[in-house]
């Protein structure tokens, strides 16, 4: 079993040039609402499927569930190992190891509900998906959040947690519970902004 403190984090801007146009490290970028962010620019390397697999970045979470991302991925080379994942993908999942805890039953996160790189086809526009801040939530415990009731009753559960945590409402159709940090950024000790 590996340990977050085993992960390697590493500044996007010192990436190879393809990954740097798929990952697009600091690039400023623009919201729904005419907000501009930087994306992340500082990422953790995944080295293989077995590593994400293995590494706990919580206790009842391992790395593979927020980062799993299937052929909608455009580029090919970030659907290849090493995968590079936001540093605070580990903020997200101290969240959901809180949301477990509340609800007292297991969190699925979808195919695509954690971090999605800037490129990814599901991306309808720029959002915390892309800072590793996001989950799609398609389960808890036994009941699938497909229907207004159980996406409210666990949105209002969720939004408990903190005053940072938003909840998209529902809307008809939907058949996951979004929940994100917003545009949070994490720099680990080990890197400079410089």
């Not at 052929?71 to 903020?91: G, K, N, Y």
């Not at 415990?141 to 005053?163: M, P």
């Amino acid at each position: 079993m590996t340990s977050p403190d085993e992960l390697r984090p590493v500044d996007g801007l010192n990436l190879s040039a393809e990954h740097r146009a798929a990952l697009r490290p600091g690039e400023a970028v623009t919201d729904e609402q005419g907000k501009v962010h930087h994306l992340p620019r500082f990422f953790f390397e995944v080295p293989s499927w077995e590593e994400a697999h293995s590494l706990r970045v919580a206790t009842h979470f391992n790395l593979s569930e927020l980062m799993t991302v299937d052929s909608r991925e455009a580029d090919l080379l970030l659907r290849t190992f090493p995968h590079h994942v936001p540093c605070a993908v580990l903020a997200l999942a101290r969240y959901l190891e809180d949301l477990r805890r509340e609800v007292d039953a297991p969190v699925f996160i979808s195919a695509n509900g954690g971090y999605r790189s800037p490129a990814h086809r599901a991306n309808r526009r720029t959002g915390a998906h892309s800072w590793g801040t996001a989950a799609d939530i398609y389960r808890i415990g036994d009941t699938y959040l497909d229907d207004e009731k159980a996406i409210d009753r666990h949105g209002q559960i969720a939004a408990s947690l903190g005053a940072e945590v938003f909840v998209r409402p529902y809307t008809p159709g939907d058949d996951h519970l979004h929940v994100d940090l917003g545009f949070l950024t994490l720099v680990p000790r080990a890197c400079s902004e410089l």
